[in-house]
Each structure stands twice: as structure tokens, then as C-alpha cells.
């Protein structure tokens, strides 16, 4: 390896000398704020990247002027300081300088034994760090004269050299060694992995050593001010007597830091330090605007801070710090919002399974809906019914999930699939009731005849078996996990008021149910962006008289059996109008093909022609008759509500009979009708007339006004191409991204799963499309179908209702093309909040947010 | 009704009269046109359409001048004459002038029967077309003094008013009651079914009679110089001695125009009158640039010429005379090109039901395929192949076809389908291999489980029975109908090749057998434009190795299955190129999902698993983990080639090592191969770095250089979207246009029958955009796609190659757009290529044309 003698920089760390993250890395740049509160840190010099980079490359290191630094006879450590923490780093080294003689000297300060312990530990951390032997080599059951000699030994028998003695030379090896260990292939691996850029440099800080053993009260320890998992007030960390640093004797001597029936405290034994360790929490939060984990060491009754880091919490816990800081007046609001990382939230919504606790995974799969639950496998939705019936949680297990397990998804605790993808039935339901739900577990063996699941590892789980579903991991747990509860409390609420406060894109929540409408209330969704009315007709009693419907010979038989269905479609929409007080409602009429209402199998089609009092033959002619080749792409939208309009005529007579109902109560109701699967403008011109024809029919019959908007849903690439056409009829465009990305990519959400790993493996996608919103083809045809409908209707409302509408990304592009909202499934409202005000907020710039 | 006296314009026809076709209709014009030839035309006056609308709006009519025109007591007819032949009229009223004085003139002249003859004629057609009568109280079974008596009583009896005797009056009346019939409703809308303006206005003409009755040679016909079934020389017509007009009186004295072995003819009787008609068809044929037919009447041995009309003919005699007249210098070849209707040419191309025989159809259907055929039914493909093999033309009858169709299809006479639209899969099968076809025939009830099939008047055909498919007419016929052969001769040849001669778009065939290759050939393609593979793989060999590769449990046993299918592949393309000779051939990497290579049912999927020896479950769990929920956006295309690149490497090796062997033997082929629905561009960068190693290690081995060009099938919107980057790794870009229409509107076309009718009738879709291209959002993506190719490499060749490809519409829109071909099926090749000569025609103007 080359040699180079360039200037290798290093600096004293002082209140005023030049020190900064980006070239001497986090830790450097902390000490020095700690200096700069006058904060008893020993005495430290950075080594930039620069410089360390250098020496990987073969710089010779002038380490007798680094130590001159420390004053005679100095023992030093070395640790890493890369920019950003999460890059992580060598091990930090401990001790240099330790030879014979200082090895002697430390007998008359600490005493043998402690100076036995660390001279022998230092032996071992450069013989394994530096010199790379193996470590078993160098491990001595107890610190004595003759373990060193023997340490030693090996070290030379090894090395064919003894061990170092000059303390100039030790640090030099060390700083040599550590600066090219940050350069080894799998360290950069490692930390680009983190997000390091490829670059990305390590600084290194030398410090004098505070050793935390020996007379008096010395030890080590770290102590935080607030509980890493709640975010609440309170002292937690660890002491112990006699220990140095992070890494050394922590075998024994462990105590309390404050007051504790169960033994000693550091709080007893030294109220000064404690005390004093209290003000340095003080001072770090209020000048350092963080809650911060002090590392401290404690020699002959002497504090020294070593260092600090911000305080490692739970999302919960930094949620309830920043709004804590900003209550204080520490930080602005705004910038507590800008602490808090909008994919954070989710998991605050559910019980997740405890990380404290212990975990059996025999299974993952894909994380689609977060949050956790146990209960009992079934494998039928009849089954989770039952089981629902008798109180008792179940996990329901399925291949994959049909629109007819909606009843058995709601009656589960938790859904898990063999599978699809995150935009399967079961993820997209199970998101939108915020079930946690694990989809494409595809290592399973779902053996349905024999009621049983075969785990990878050939563990067999029957009907009945408790199981752990984690949502938020992917992954199933064998029996019951310990659970943490959701965290829906004050500072949740508050943190996403300020949130709301510097929004400018509204958010909107999909919600079908009226307890979808609660959950979107409760997270103070602006509206209803999406109510599928379909999935309405899925219920026991309604179903029988869709299947009548869908068995009428006539129209006027059909007209009959959809006229005992508008009652209950009236209730419906009344619920949901009483419940959103006046917000929006946008209610997309009828949807999905006629088959999705039919069973499956001959037995069902059987049970089927006996309800209805008809032959099978007639039952399965029909059933074949309406059977497609691809469900996505046949009759279904608008096509049915073309070519039967009595169904879409129902549908807005029950809507408009709510609003007068809800208007007679005396609250103003705009409901909006949305038209899906266009392709056409004159289907919108045709159902517009019909609707329009129905709205003044009601408003004869009632004698009371009402106004209403009816708009279309983007899902087509040929609406979004022809939205300046359509918009002559449209009040408002929503596209539908999951529909709009099947039909860009010519890819189906159900089918996409068998190769989407491998696509996204191989970078045929950068991600997958239907979760991250594909802004180069999908995102074009937005902004086509947006441009060309304001053009034809300037105040054309915007707005996009597909699952990508709660992702940062989609919202960021939404707000850029100038969308008026979005909207999401109902637990994805905060998330999608608070990332629409890091997205406000970032435009403004850093000097608001500061 | 109001009164109006405006100048009501009328004109004698003269050779310097002002006689135009827009004003006076297309009769007046070529009566002016006769004249101006010196034909021997009965004298004639024009009304042009403003007077005739000005009459029926109630203008009283100067029928004294118009009558003074025609000399002394005058016997006149009054004609239609609109400005299309097309757009039909009132009839014709005859010998207008009639009344008691000039029967008795007549009698002196004509002798009493005729002149009995004539007077009732007049009043029954006076009473029935201009007093509105029922024609049942006119007829008189022989003419008589008592007869007429008896009429005219009849007359007066109903209208309380004695019939006119005053010629002027009668003239009057029958003016305004033709003019009046032309502004009927049902006639307006039966006119504008064939393409009338709504303003479309009415000429009529009043001429002088001739008699055609009477003493010496007297008698009417129409005689026409060409066969008006095969276009080929021959006098052909009718004579009728004692005859008058078209509508006169038939009953007896029919004589052949030409010399006749069963009975006397006009040439023999009136050598010299037949002379004189012969003259005026070579007069007519080269003076008005047309082969006519000629209406005339002989009065006492004197010709008059009444009438010239264009004779009426089958498609393939249109082409033969447009070919002779050019042939003969009396029209351009440029303008005989333009003369002949593209969509004339399939019908061309095939056996014909004759129109001239007896049709029994049992039912109607789509149109799917043209040509005739007749054979026995059977149900399935098995047993169309058994009844080729005993050498029996026989009818594949099916609910709906699927891929393992495609030999039963081949071994078939013609297929019958009870679903499905002009894109189902029966369709596009049967129009590439030009099978006739009737697809959607859904009043149809088959019934499989019986072997029969019941038509919707209840009749029953079994497995067996004689019938005859139209898929001209969309049409089945019970029974073998008579039939005409197919008309591929050398004037179809001869005007080909001069539509080539100034087409500027280049047309390719669709074909993926060598006997596509060879009709491809036969009707001159420039290349193959599109060649799926896929459909060479469901022949039976290679069908059993294929499915060992679906079931193949590693990539070594994929392997090794591929291996198999190699040399086939190889056999397979050295004899498409052999037969192409050099043409350009465009190769489609494997497209369709692997599921279609299955088996359906259960017994299907028990015999498979006895076949490879393995256990039915295995082979069921395989076929249930490969079955899609949408099978059009699923697992195919581009996606099997990066998730199983071993198929599209055996695919790239066939081509590459048939392109060096037929190198070999001197053939120069540079093999084009497309990569199917491609939706990113890395799609493309990962097969082309596989193709290109193929490519290096055929070249390697067999120590031969070669050159090939690859490049993408745009089927998705995504790729046309994206076609900027995708065009960096492709030379040639070709619109899927089946795909491309389904994925834009979300419509699946094996789907879409159920509604297309309704969608097409209600407007929605102007036209099925199956069938015709939807320029308005599947052509914006087709420029949206060629212009961003075009932009990143401007050399980049672009084509279509759908189903649209062959259609008029779309040339003229890949003109339009700068493309550099069509592609379409072989048998539609023909048409392509003349309406391609169209429009660069047309866009030159008619100066050329003329």
C-alpha cells in the first residue's frame, strides 16, 4: 500500500475550535455542544474523515503530537464518529497507552486488581481489533499477573512480534486498523443499507480516559429522562460500581440510579452527582432542544460525561417527546411535527405485539395491515362467525380472501393469507377495517380438507390453535404474544391538530360502513372520499335480495327486488350522513360485477336454487352466463349501470331520500355521486340523466330542495385521457389509483403477487406500483386527466381515492398537481395528515420549521 | 297548407342545358349526358330539388308550361331523380295525360287493347300513388271498356270528385304528390339509412312517353354489356315485346336480347335496333367512362333510349371492369383502383354463399370471419379432427373457443360459437387462418351434455347434420347451400399491383404457420409483421414436452424440456424464413400465460398426471398455483421471460441458429424479435441482455456472423407512456392494438359481448373499438408513444400490428402518424394493401384520380 504524508488535520475539541457533523461526524460535534454547556467531558480531539480516510489509505499518523494533547502519561480511547449515528462503526478501543509501566503506575492509583483487569482487557481488544487474532485465544477466567504474561505471550507467539510497548505507536495501530475496518466491503454494505451514500466518511474522537474503577465512588452508567417506550418522565439507564465504559465489567456491581425499595441507588449513595446528572439532562433538553441518553463515568467521586445520544425510542415515546418539547416551548410546533415520521403513526392505532417479549415466528409473509391480535385459527368464514358469536378472538386463515369472507374478515381478530399482495382483497379490506392481516405467506401449506396449516418448518397447526398474527411485521407467532396497547391519547391528538393547523392538501377518509364513517371521524378525516356502496350488499339479509335481483327474468322483477333493497340503502346513507355532520360523503355507486354475489361451487349454487325456489340447471346457467374470463376488465361500473339503470337508479332515489331525511333533522347535506369505470363521456351524460331524472322526482314527491355533485372516478387510462371531455358532465374527478395502475401496467393487484418479489428484486420496478404510486406512468396520466379537466372546468374538484392515497409519496404529488384532497383508508388518515404538513412544512423551509 | 307562388325552375334537357347533379339529380344529369351523346332520349324537362321542395311546401305548379314543352297532347312520365341513385324516390307514374279524348286517339293509333291497357294502368297507378287509394279495389283482371268504367266509378266513388281529365291537372297533382312522398318521414329516415343529408333534396324528371306498344316491332327492356356476377364481357338483360317501361307488362312476349337456341331474340327480329344498342353501350362505356345499363323502348321499330344506370354488380365484377376500363385507356389505373372498395376484396378471397340460391337460416350471429362453407356439425376438436381425417369437411360447433381449439379449428370447415364478439378468440383464429366464422350467434341454445344444438324457432341439429356457415352475413343456414368459388385471378392480380404502385405505407401479415406464411406470400405481404410462437407450441408433440417444462421442479428439468422443444422451434422459423425469402419477419417472444397449457377439468388434469407419472394432486396444486383471477394482466408476456428466462433464451437460440442455417443456403434473414407487454424499460434491458448472449455464443459456435434487430410490442398504456426510455433499447416499436384498446378502457374483450351491442346502439362507443381503432384515447396513445420513440431515436421503425391493422381506419391513421407499416391478418392483406392506394390517392387530389 501506497504511503502519503498529507497534513493529517485533528483538532482539540474546545467551545470555539472547528468542528462540524458533516466532516467530523456526530459524536465529535456532540462533545462539543457538551463542551460548550460546560459539561465535564474529558478531553477529546477529532480526527475529520478526511484525515482517517487518509490513514486507511497508508498516511503515517503523527500520534506522539495527538497525545501530547492529554498531557504526560495519558491513557486514551478511540471511538468512531461517522455523520449520521445509524451508519454505525468499529468497535470503539479503550485504554491506549496501557504497558508495563503504566500498568504499574495504575497499581498505585486503582489498586491491582482493577489495574490487572484493564491492562489484561486492553491486551485483548488490541490483540482481537487491531491485530486481528481470535479472540479465544485471550480469554482469561481471572485478571492476574500471570494472565497478562500469558495474554502477552500469545500475542507474540502469534504476531512473531512482542506486543506493542509505546503508547504513540498503539494509538497510530488502532486509528489504522479502525480507519480501514469503515472501509471493508461489508461495513459499506452494512451502512449503505442504513442510507449511508457510498462516501460517506468516518471521523474518530480521542479521548481521555475516565477510568470509573477504583477508590472511592467510581463507575459507569447511562441515564435517560424519559421511558424509551411510553416517552413519559421518568429516570431510566443503568450504573455500575466499578465498570468502565459501555463495554467493560458490567458483571457485577449493578445499582439502581434513583431510589428503589429493592436495593441501592446511585440517587443514595452520591445525591451530589445524581443531582448534578439531573442538571445535565436539564441542560442538554433545553439547549440541545432533545431528550438525550447521558453516558457517564464516575472516577473517585468525579463526573465525567463521556458522551451523549439522543434517547432510542419507541414511535409512541417520540411522538410524546416532540409535543412534550414543543409544550415546553423548546421547540416550535412545528417542528415537533417535523420530529414525528408520518409512517410512525400507524402502528400507534393497534396493539402491537410487545418487542420486550418473547417471539415464535413460524411464518412471514407480507405486512398488510398493521397491528396485532391472537386468537384461534379458522379456516372458514362461517367459522369466524361462530367463533365471533361465542366471544371468542379468531384468526382467519384463507388461500385468499373473496368479497363473500367480508362478514368472516369482520368477525376475525386477524386475517392471514396464503396469498396476494398489498393490494389483494384481504390487505385492502383488512387495511380499511384496520384488522392486522399477513397476506402472501406463501411458505405455508394451507391444507383446507384436512383443517390444518403446515408451517415451513413442518410445525402443523389445527383448527382452534392460538396463533399471533403481527400485521405491522409480517409475520405469525406460535401462541399468545404479549401485547402493547394503542396509543390514542392527548398527545396523539395534539401533535396532529398542530399538524393540521399548516396543511394545505385536505385528507379525506374511504370509509364503506358506518363504522368505518366512526373511525374516519375519530381521526378527523374531512369527509367520506370513497364509500363503496357494493360492499353494503354483502350482508346476510341483503344478499338474498341481490340474488334475487340478479335472478330476475324481467326488468320489472328486478325493479321489484331492488325496490325492498333501497329501504336498507336509505339507512345506510342516512347512518352515514348523521355520522360525518355535514362533512362530504362522495358515495360511488354500484361497482362490482353481479357474479362477485353469487356462491362458488356446486354446492353453493345448489343451497342458492332452493333458497329461490328455482331449478340448479337454471341457477347455473345463469351463474355460467355471468361467469368472466377477467373480472377486472368485464362488466362491471358504469357498464352495468348503463345497461340495467334501474340499479344505479336505487341507488341515488335511496341517497337523495337520506338527504331530505337528514335535512329534515337540520343538517345540510351536499351528498356526492361518483361514477366508477368510465371510459366515455356519454356514460355520463347518460347516467347524469337518470340521476338528475331521480333527483327531481324526489324533490317533487318530498317538497323539499336539495342540492347534490356528481362526478366521475378516474380509473381508465382513457378517462384520464379524455377528462377534458368528461369534466363537461363532472363536478369532480377522483382518480383510482389501484384500478389505474392495473390497467397502465396491464398488471392485476391479484395476479401481481407471484413475481412482484422478483420484479422488485431485479429492479424491473423500483417498487412495487401498487403501493408506491408509479409518478413516471400512472402519475402522467394524472396529470393529463387533471390538466385537461380544469381546462374544460376551472373548479373542477381533484382528488385522488385509490390505496396509494395515505403513502407520503402520493400525497407529495397530489399536492404538487394541485389535487384538493385525498383520500385513505380510515387508519391511514393521521399518517396521511401529518405527512401533508411535513410536505407544507418543508416547502416553507427551514426557518419556520426551526 | 300555405301557398306559395314562387318561380318554380324547370329545363328542357338539352346538350347546353344547365343541368347539374347536386340540383337536378343524378337521373336529370345522366338523361342530360345521353343527350349531349346524341342517344335517341325522349324529350325530357328537369325539375330541380327547390322546386320540387318548393311544391310540396304547397307551391302551385305551371303544369300547362311544362306540358307545352312537349308538343301537342303529350303523354308523359314523371321520374325521381335525386342526387344519389342510392337515396330512392317515389315511383314512377306513367302516361300522365291520359283522359277519355286521348284513349279514343289511342285506340286509332295502338288499337284497342293497348289503349284499354294503358287508360286503366293510368288510373290504378294515379288512384294508388297520388290519391292515396287502396290498390286491391284497381285490379281488373282484364282490360275492357267495362273495366275502365268501372275504375273511374271507383274513383269517383271514394274521392267524391270525378278523376282529373285535364293533363295538366294530373301532371299537377302527381308533381305534388311525389314531392310530398319524398319529405315522409319513413322515407327520410329509410334515405338517410343510406347516407342522405338531411337536407338531401329530390329532382324529378318528366319525359315523354314512348309506348313501346303498338303496331310492328314495338316492346321495352334493358340490356347491359357485362355479366354482372363476374364483370366479364356479355350482353345480358331482358326484351319484352309489347312492353312499356320497367313496371308495365311483363306477363308474356320475353325474347332473348341475343341469338338463342330456345326461342327467338331482338338481335334476330331487330337486327338493326340491336346494332344500335350495342353502338350506344360503347358510346356509353367510353364517353361516360362506365359500364351502364340501358333502358330502353322501341316504338313502331323506332329505338328510344330512356334511361342509363350503372350496372348493379357483385363485388368481383366490380373488379373485373374497373381492371378492363382501365385496361382499355377509357379510365386511369389510379382511378380503377380508387373504383373498388376496399372492403369489397375479403369476399373475394373466399367461397360465397349465392345470392342467387336458396337460403335457410336458422340463425344470425357476428360477422367474424368472411367465406362460406358447409359441413357436418361436431362439438368439439377432437371430433373435428376425426372427420378430417376421413376427409369430411364438418363445422366445429362451441360455446366459445380456447387455445387447445386451435387444431380442432385448422381440421374445420367453419366454426360456429354461441359467444363471443369480433375479438373473441374464435374470431381472431378464424379470420388469421380465413376460416369462416359466425361468433355471438347467443340465440342459439347448445347443448353439449346432448350433442345438439336448437335454433330459436325451435329446431333441433344434431352432431351430423348438414349446415352451412355464411360468415359474410354472420349467418348459419340449415342444409348444404349452393356456392361460388373464389375469385383470385389475374384482374384481382393486375389491380393489386397498381395499388401498390402508389401506396406509401407499408402492409405485413400476421402469421405464425408456415401456411399463414404462404398466404401471407400469396397475397403479396412485405414481410410478417407479427408471429406469435405460442401457437406452435398446443401441436401435440410438443404440447407433452411443454407441459413437462411447466411441471419441471427445477431449472435443470425446465431445462432440459426446453431443450426438446429447441429443434422444433428451430424447424419452425427455418421454414418461416425459407418461405419468406429475405422478407423481413417479426418474431414475438412467447406470450401467454402457462395455464393455457393446461388441461381443464378434472379428467383433463388426471390424465396429464398419468401422462408425466405424477400424482393427480401435484399436478392439481401446480394448476391451481398457476390459475389467474385475470388472466390478461397476469403472469405472461415480457414478466415469464425475466422470471423464466430459460424460454426466451431456447426461443432466441431457435431463431438465431435457423437464421445461419438458412443463411447457409444463401438467404440473407435478419430476424426481428418483439418482446410482448412490456410495461418498463428495465423489462427490456434484462431480455436484451439475454438475447444478446445467445446471440454471441450462436455466433461463436457456428462461426457465422449475423445481424438481428429487437424490439417491443406496445400493449400496455404504460409502454407507450414510457416509450421515450423503452425506445433506448429497441429498434422497432409495434402497437398491439388488441391489448392496447383493452388495457385503455379496462375492458376485456373476450368480456365485452354481453354489453357491446347495447353500448354501440345507445352511442356510448361510436363503434365497437375492437373493431374499429378508437383514435380519441387509444390513438392519442399510439402518438403519444410514436412521437417519444421518434424523439429518442428517429430512426426507430413503428407499425401496428392488432387486429385493427387491416382496417381502413387505422391506415389512414398510421399514415397520418408517420408509421412505417400495418400488420394484419394474411387474408386481410389484400384489403390493406388497396385502401392504402386510397388514401395516398385521395391526399394527392383528384387530379390524379381523374
Known amino acids: 500500500m501506497q504511503k502519503h504524508d498529507p497534513i493529517l488535520d485533528h483538532a482539540l475539541i474546545t ?9 467530523h461526524g456526530w459524536r465529535a460535534k456532540c462533545l462539543q455542544r457538551l463542551v460548550r454547556l460546560d459539561m465535564p467531558v474529558p478531553r477529546t480531539v477529532a480526527l475529520p474523515a478526511g484525515t482517517v480516510r487518509a490513514i486507511a489509505q497508508g498516511a503515517s499518523v503523527d500520534s506522539d503530537a495527538i497525545l501530547a494533547l492529554f498531557g504526560p502519561a495519558p491513557l486514551v480511547s478511540v471511538r468512531p464518529s461517522p455523520e449520521n449515528p445509524d451508519w454505525g462503526g468499529p468497535a ?14 495504575l497499581v498505585a492509583t486503582h489498586g491491582v486488581e482493577a489495574a490487572d483487569t484493564l491492562y489484561l482487557r486492553f491486551i485483548q481488544s488490541y490483540a482481537t481489533h487491531v491485530a486481528r487474532l481470535d479472540p479465544e485465544m485471550f480469554d482469561a477466567p481471572v485478571p492476574s499477573a500471570e494472565a497478562i504474561r500469558d495474554a502477552l505471550a500469545a500475542y507474540e507467539a502469534e504476531m512473531e512480534d512482542p506486543f506493542p510497548e509505546d503508547p504513540a505507536r498503539q494509538l497510530s495501530e488502532v486509528l489504522r486498523s479502525m480507519a480501514r475496518a469503515w472501509e471493508g466491503t461489508s461495513a459499506r454494505l452494512l451502512r449503505q443499507a442504513k442510507g449511508a451514500p457510498e462516501d460517506g466518511g468516518l471521523g474518530l474522537v480521542v479521548q481521555a480516559m475516565v ?10 452508567g447511562a441515564i435517560r429522562f424519559v421511558d424509551p417506550v411510553t416517552g413519559l418522565p421518568q429516570v431510566t439507564g443503568h450504573y455500575h460500581e466499578q465498570s468502565q465504559g459501555r463495554d467493560a465489567l458490567r458483571r457485577d456491581g449493578a445499582i439502581y ?15 451530589g452527582i445524581f443531582a448534578q446528572l439531573l442538571g445535565c439532562g436539564t441542560v442538554t433538553r433545553t439547549r440541545l432542544r432533545e431528550e438525550m441518553e447521558i453516558e457517564f463515568t464516575i472516577e473517585h467521586g468525579r463526573l465525567a460525561v463521556l458522551d451523549a445520544i439522543k434517547v432510542a425510542r419507541s414511535p409512541r415515546a417520540g411522538l410524546r417527546i416532540a409535543v412534550s418539547l414543543a409544550d415546553d416551548g423548546i421547540i416550535t410546533r412545528n417542528e415537533a411535527v417535523l420530529r414525528v415520521e408520518p409512517g410512525s403513526l400507524p402502528e400507534l392505532l393497534h396493539h402491537q405485539v410487545d418487542p420486550r417479549g418473547p417471539r415464535d415466528r413460524f411464518v412471514r409473509g407480507i405486512a398488510a ?35 363473500e369472507d367480508i362478514r368472516g374478515m369482520h368477525s376475525a381478530a386477524a386475517v392471514l393469507t396464503e396469498r396476494g399482495g398489498m393490494t389483494s382483497h384481504a390487505a385492502v379490506i383488512a387495511r380499511g377495517i384496520g384488522l392486522p392481516c399477513v397476506v402472501g405467506a406463501s411458505d405455508l401449506r394451507l391444507d383446507t380438507r384436512d383443517r390444518r396449516l403446515v408451517a415451513p418448518d413442518g410445525r402443523i397447526f389445527a383448527e382452534g390453535d392460538i396463533i399471533t398474527i403481527d400485521g405491522t411485521a409480517g409475520e405469525a407467532l406460535a401462541g399468545a404474544a404479549d401485547m402493547l396497547a394503542p396509543a390514542l391519547d392527548d398527545a396523539f391528538r395534539q401533535l396532529l391538530s398542530w399538524a393540521d393547523a399548516v396543511r394545505d392538501i385536505g385528507v379525506r377518509a374511504n370509509a364503506d360502513t358506518p363504522a368505518d364513517a366512526q373511525t374516519a371521524r375519530t381521526f378527523a378525516a374531512q369527509g367520506i372520499g370513497l364509500c363503496r356502496t357494493e360492499h353494503m350488499f354483502f350482508e346476510e339479509d341483503r344478499l338474498v335480495v341481490m340474488r334475487e335481483m340478479i335472478f330476475a327474468d324481467t326488468a320489472k322483477d328486478r325493479a321489484a327486488a331492488l325496490a325492498r333493497l333501497l329501504p336498507m340503502q336509505r339507512e345506510d346513507f342516512i347512518q352515514l350522513f348523521d355520522i360525518m355532520q355535514g362533512l362530504p360523503v362522495c358515495i360511488r355507486l354500484f361497482d362490482p360485477p353481479l357474479h362477485e354475489f353469487l356462491p362458488r361451487g356446486r354446492e353453493g349454487l345448489r343451497d342458492l336454487a332452493e333458497a329461490l325456489d328455482i331449478p340448479l340447471s337454471a341457477v347455473t346457467r345463469r351463474a355460467e352466463a355471468l361467469s368472466e374470463v377477467n373480472p377486472m376488465l368485464g362488466m362491471r361500473g358504469v357498464r352495468l349501470g348503463v345497461v340495467l339503470p334501474e340499479i344505479y337508479a336505487m341507488q341515488a332515489q335511496a341517497i337523495f331520500e337520506a338527504t331530505v331525511e337528514v335535512g329534515r333533522r337540520g343538517a345540510a347535506v351536499v351528498p356526492e355521486i361518483m361514477i366508477p ?8 351524460e347518460l347516467v347524469k340523466s337518470h340521476v338528475d331524472a331521480v333527483a327531481a322526482t324526489v324533490r317533487i314527491r318530498t317538497g323539499r330542495s336539495f342540492d347534490y355533485r356528481l362526478g366521475v372516478m378516474v380509473e381508465t387510462p382513457r378517462a384520464a385521457l379524455r377528462a377534458g371531455e368528461i369534466a363537461q358532465h363532472a363536478s369532480f374527478l377522483s382518480f383510482g389509483t389501484n384500478d389505474l395502475t392495473q390497467m397502465t401496467y396491464g398488471l392485476s393487484r391479484d395476479d401481481a403477487g407471484r413475481f412482484m418479489n422478483t420484479y422488485v428484486q431485479q429492479g424491473v420496478f423500483p417498487e412495487d406500483p401498487f403501493h408506491i404510486l408509479d409518478v413516471d406512468g400512472v402519475g402522467e396520466l394524472l396529470l393529463i386527466g387533471a390538466d385537461r379537466g380544469r381546462a374544460t372546468r376551472p373548479d373542477l374538484t381533484l382528488s385522488i381515492c385509490g390505496e396509494h392515497g395515505g403513502n ?36 416553507r423551509g427551514c426557518d419556520d420549521a426551526g
Chains 1, 2 share one sequence.
Open 369 to 403: 395491515s398493521p397491528g396485532a391480535a391472537t386468537g384461534r385459527i379458522v379456516f372458514s368464514s362461517d367459522a369466524a362467525q361462530a367463533s365471533a358469536a361465542r366471544g371468542e378472538p379468531c384468526i382467519l386463515v384463507r388461500r385468499e380472501t373473496a368479497p
Open 257 to 271: 440510579l434513583t431510589r428503589d425499595p429493592r436495593g441501592l441507588s446511585l440517587q443514595e449513595v452520591a445525591p
Open 15 to 23: 467551545p470555539s475550535a472547528r468542528i462540524a457533523t458533516v466532516t
Open 808 to 843: 407520503p409519496e402520493s400525497i407529495a404529488f397530489c399536492r404538487r398537481a394541485g389535487f384538493d384532497y385525498v383520500s385513505c383508508s380510515p387508519y391511514r388518515v393521521p399518517q396521511a395528515r401529518l405527512a401533508a404538513a411535513h410536505l407544507a412544512l418543508l416547502d
Open 92 to 105: 470503539t478501543v479503550l485504554n491506549i497507552g496501557l504497558n508495563a509501566a503504566r500498568h504499574r503506575a
Open 677 to 684: 369505470l368510465v371510459s366515455a363521456r356519454r356514460e355520463v
Open 211 to 220: 477510568q470509573g474503577i477504583g477508590l472511592g465512588i467510581s463507575g459507569s
